[in-house]
C-alpha cells in the first residue's frame, strides 16, 4: 500500500520568496514515480513535475524543482520566486510504476497563498 | 488544441438517485481517468482506460459505479443509486499514453456532485 503525507494544511509567502511545499511517502515498490500537481480555484488540476524513483538528479521545471530524498521518503516541492498566480492548492502524488502501470495515491494537499 | 471537456458542471440530485457524467478527451489521447475529490481530500483514481478498455477499476465501487469508454473516446460515468458519501467532484483526465503515468496527464475542470 501506498501512503502520501502532506503535513501542512495551508502555507503563506510574500511574492518573490521561495518557498517549500512538505511532501513524505511510504511504498514498498522498488520502481515508482512522484508527482506535484496544482490546483487553482478553478478545480483544475495541473501537472507541474515528475521524479522517477531512480532518477539521480532533482527534477526542475521552471520555477518548479522537486527535493527528492530517497532514503528519507521525502518529495518536497520548491517554488522560486513566488508569484500571486501561484496560489492554490497543491498535492503530491506517487504511483508505482513498474510494467507501466498508474494508479496513484494523492496527498491531503497544501494551501499556498501569496501575499503580495 | 481543445482540452478536456465535461459536463455538467454542477448536479444536484436526491439519495437514490440516479446519475451520469460525460468527458471527451483531447483528441487523440489514448488513455482516460476518472477521479473522485471529496472535499477536503486529494483525488482518488476510480478507473482508468486505455482506448476502450480498462487498465484498472480496483478503486471503483462496482456495486453502484459503472464506466465505459466505447469507441475509444468519449467516456461516461453512471452512479446508480447515489448515496450522500458521493457528494464530490468528479474530475476526468486524459493523456496521451500511460508510459510511467501521470507525466502528460490533462485534467478537465470537473463535475461537481451534491447528493441530498
Known amino acids: 500500500a501506498q501512503k502520501i503525507t502532506q503535513t501542512q494544511p495551508g502555507m503563506f509567502v510574500q511574492e518573490k520568496e521561495a518557498v517549500t511545499l512538505d511532501c513524505t511517502y511510504d511504498t514498498s515498490d522498488q520502481s515508482y514515480g512522484l508527482f506535484w500537481y496544482k490546483q487553482p480555484s478553478s478545480g483544475e488540476m495541473i501537472f507541474l513535475i515528475y521524479?522517477?524513483?531512480?532518477?539521480?538528479q532533482n527534477a526542475t521545471e521552471g520555477r518548479y524543482s522537486l527535493n527528492f530524498q530517497k532514503a528519507r521518503k521525502s518529495a518536497n516541492l520548491v517554488i522560486s520566486a513566488s508569484q500571486l498566480g501561484d496560489s492554490a492548492m497543491y498535492f503530491c502524488a506517487m504511483s508505482p510504476s513498474s510494467g507501466g502501470s498508474y494508479i496513484p495515491t494523492f496527498g491531503r494537499g497544501t494551501s499556498l497563498i501569496v501575499h503580495p | 488544441e481543445a482540452g478536456v471537456a465535461q459536463s455538467p458542471r454542477y448536479k444536484i440530485i436526491e439519495k437514490r438517485q440516479s446519475v451520469a457524467f460525460w468527458c471527451n478527451p483531447i483528441?487523440?489521447?489514448?488513455?482516460l481517468y476518472w477521479y473522485q475529490q471529496i472535499l477536503g481530500q486529494g483525488p482518488k483514481l476510480l478507473i482508468q482506460?486505455?482506448?476502450?478498455?480498462?487498465?484498472?477499476d480496483s478503486q471503483l465501487p462496482k456495486d453502484r459505479f459503472s464506466a465505459e469508454r466505447l469507441k475509444g473516446v468519449d467516456s461516461t460515468l453512471k452512479i446508480q443509486p447515489a448515496k450522500l458519501e458521493d457528494s464530490a467532484v468528479y474530475l476526468c483526465?486524459?493523456?496521451?499514453?500511460?508510459?510511467?503515468?501521470?507525466?502528460?496527464?490533462?485534467f478537465g475542470p470537473g463535475t461537481r456532485l451534491t447528493v441530498t
Open positions: 482506460f486505455q482506448n476502450n478498455g480498462v487498465v484498472d
Open positions: 521524479q522517477g524513483s531512480y532518477d539521480e
Open positions: 483528441s487523440g489521447h489514448a488513455t
Open positions: 483526465a486524459s493523456s496521451p499514453i500511460s508510459r510511467q503515468g501521470g507525466y502528460e496527464q490533462y
